[in-house]
Nanobody, 114 residues
């Protein structure tokens, strides 16, 4: 199993970023996928989940209405569109296979300046 995140960077408060996660080594289209983030000095925080077909999505209250999770099963890729970013969204963002304790990638850093 390999998960490779990309798309992180530094943005101003109110800005947008789109994260991607390229998956390989398993049947992507049969697995729920998640985004989890971890800020310095804090524990992991679940952000969002999408079911295998992409027909159901779930969000933490802290990101609801600002973030959108999606997937392209033809490309084995997971996405997280982030808008109206706030300084408290700054963290290392991981994509995770299956459950909150599943295999995760190396993460992509998101920095939000106020």
């Amino acid at each position: 199993v390999q998960l490779v995140e990309s798309g992180g960077g530094m943005v101003h408060s109110g800005g947008s970023l789109r994260l991607s996660c390229a998956a390989s080594g398993f049947t992507f289209s049969t697995e729920a996928m998640l985004w989890v983030r971890q800020a310095p000095g804090k524990g992991p925080e679940w952000v969002s989940t999408i079911n295998p077909r992409g027909s159901s999505t779930y969000y933490a209250d802290s990101v609801k209405g600002r973030f959108t999770i999606s997937r392209d099963n033809t490309k084995n890729t997971l996405y997280l569109q982030m808008t109206s970013l706030k300084p408290e969204d700054a963290a290392l963002y991981y994509c995770v296979k299956g459950t909150r304790n599943g295999v995760r990638g190396q993460g992509t850093q998101v920095t939000v300046s106020s």
